[in-house]
T-cell receptor
Framework: AQKVTQAQTEISVVEKEDVTLDCVYE???????LFWYKQPPSGELVFLIR??????QNEISGRYSWNFQKSTSSFNFTITASQVVDSAVYFC?????????????FGPGTRLSVLP | SAVISQKPSRDICQRGTSLTIQCQVD?????MFWYRQQPGQSLTLIAT?????????ESGFVIDKFPISRPNLTFSTLTVSNMSPEDSSIYLC???????????FGPGTRLTVL
């Protein structure tokens, strides 16, 4: 069975600090897809990134970066120089290839508060 | 990516009543998904809705409580029936727009049941 764990329930940082959100997953499938979503206070879920299990290259997009390590089943998300607008709940999600595009399993989420 | 809209954006309802939530997409999609997010919790998939067939419900969710319609490739409704305060949640629809398997979400419907 697939499972996603986000051990950090809440994190508070001061603006301009770097922060890393942890995501650990479990799956028996050899091909799978990992996602990060942002949910600001408005409630809408915003897609941030998708990663294939066979592509372990790390990715950077502006102040955001992602570190995917199959050896530790982790897909961590780092925000550099955090801003107040980064305050949100962040969800990591997993989808197995056998249910491509369906049956997303979401982690419990990490609430990030960036203080001015 | 295409635009997903939901109506209503929020509602406050009385116990025992029903509410129908609409999800509209501005392009044709094969599958639409309905999720529930209880206060302070993560997302849980309620059902997958394909056009022209019965929705597929996840364990713990039944058609009598959450009937779903999918009359065409751009529209779906989810009804929350005989509501109780435990149904107070955000209900979100999502779709796959591309071949990469990503789900994109609507803005959600925030439901409060008194």
């Amino acid at each position: 069975a697939q499972k996603v764990t986000q051990a950090q329930t809440e994190i508070s940082v001061v603006e301009k600090e770097d922060v890393t959100l942890d995501c650990v997953y479990e799956t028996r499938d050899t091909t799978y897809y990992l996602f990060w979503y942002k949910q600001p206070p408005s409630g809408e879920l915003v897609f941030l990134i998708r990663r294939n299990s066979f592509d372990e290259q790390n990715e950077i997009s502006g102040r955001y970066s992602w570190n995917f390590q199959k050896s530790t089943s982790s897909f961590n998300f780092t925000i550099t120089a955090s801003q107040v607008v980064d305050s949100a709940v962040y969800f990591c999600a997993l989808s197995e290839a056998v249910n491509y595009g369906q049956n997303f399993v979401f982690g419990p989420g990490t609430r990030l508060s960036v203080l001015p | 990516s295409a635009v997903i809209s939901q109506k209503p954006s929020r509602d406050i309802c009385q116990r025992g009543t029903s509410l129908t939530i609409q999800c509209q997409v501005d392009s044709q999609v094969t599958m639409m998904f309905w999720y529930r997010q209880q206060p302070g919790q993560s997302l849980t998939l309620i059902a997958t809705a394909n056009q022209g067939s019965e929705a597929t419900y996840e364990s713990g969710f039944v058609i009598d409580k959450f009937p779903i319609s999918r009359p065409n490739l751009t529209f779906s409704t989810l009804t929350v029936s005989n509501m109780s305060p435990e149904d107070s949640s955000i209900y979100l629809c999502s779709v796959n727009f591309d071949s990469r398997g990503t789900q994109y979400f609507g803005p959600g419907t925030r439901l409060t049941v008194l």
